[in-house]
């Protein structure tokens, strides 16, 4: 029996490699080696870190809020996942911060923002073209695109087996084939 | 069964037959539901050129390894599904499985 079970395990793991090469080592499922598979690798592996490191930065920063407000052991980052808008609204009351603040972190996951920063977040924008707002306090330019507002089309393509849509400004050229298996092969 | 200086089990000269009669439907064009006959046909020279380097390998776990590929050859591009065999086949001897 635990030969046999061997034998399952061996050929499961040998079916992940095999899947994990076709779709990342190798180009369009023939023996060509992807040039770019290191590259990509880094990338990912990379991206992978941001992300942790962005998440546990905001963990400790809204821990240290709480800890430093009510000394409560409640988690104000899984909170959010709750829906609980009780427990957070007491949370901003015994702060007292502005009420700006908390959905940009909420939002970004970065640690909270300089008061400059939020002085500049708040400065009224006007519309530079179609969908796309911009304004200017002290050294700090703002720019806001509002995609939806924006006249556009969506392109599908197919990249390694995946559909990735493109949404293109309709007065803009979409992107070739090549370009798109280039930025998210 | 000697052929020559070489000597064959039964598994082996049926899996030459099978080579053989793949061979002779892909030449004369005879039909073969859902599988590619040039995949089997690569698949079956690859089995017979791994039984022949390893003649002491284990019957049992490499029919299974046998049947596992072919089948994922009738899902799996043939690329994938030679892949497949090797890194098995790789693992199955570095484990001492066959």
Redesign the interface.
């Known amino acids: 029996m635990k030969k046999y079970l061997t034998i399952f395990l061996l050929l499961l793991t040998a079916f992940i490699i095999s899947n994990f090469a076709i779709s990342n080592i190798f180009l369009a499922q023939s023996p060509k080696i992807n040039p770019f598979f290191a590259q990509n690798m880094m990338t990912k592996v990379s991206g992978f870190w941001s992300r942790t490191g962005s998440f546990f930065a905001f963990r400790s920063s809204t821990d240290n809020k709480q800890q430093a407000g009510n000394g409560s052991s409640n988690n104000n980052f899984f909170n959010l996942f709750k829906g609980d808008s009780n427990e957070t609204n007491d949370i901003d009351l015994q702060e007292n911060q502005p009420a700006e603040t908390e959905p940009i972190v909420a939002q970004t996951g970065l640690s909270p923002l300089s008061q400059e920063i939020e002085d500049a977040l708040a400065t009224p924008l006007k519309e530079i073209s179609q969908g796309v707002y911009a304004g200017e306090k002290d050294s700090y330019q703002v720019y806001e695109v509002k995609v939806d507002e924006i006249d556009s089309t969506v392109y599908t393509f197919n990249v390694n087996g995946k559909q990735i849509k493109i949404r293109v400004p309709k007065d803009k050229q979409p992107p070739t084939q090549e370009e798109v298996e280039l930025i998210f092969k | 069964m000697y052929i020559g200086p070489f000597y064959f089990d039964t598994k082996e000269l049926f899996l030459i037959i099978a080579a053989l009669l793949l061979g002779v439907a892909w030449a004369l064009g005879w039909p073969l539901w859902w599988f590619d006959k040039r995949a089997l046909l690569t698949l079956v020279v690859l089995m017979l050129i791994t039984k022949g380097l390893l003649p002491s390998i284990h019957n049992e ?1 490499f029919f ?2 046998a049947l ?1 590929t072919i089948f ?1 050859s009738l899902y799996l ?1 043939v ?2 599904v030679v ?2 065999y090797f ?2 086949f790789l ?2 001897r570095l ?1 001492k ?1 066959i």
């Open positions: 776990a299974i390894l596992v994922l591009p690329f994938q892949l497949f890194v098995s693992m199955f484990l499985v």
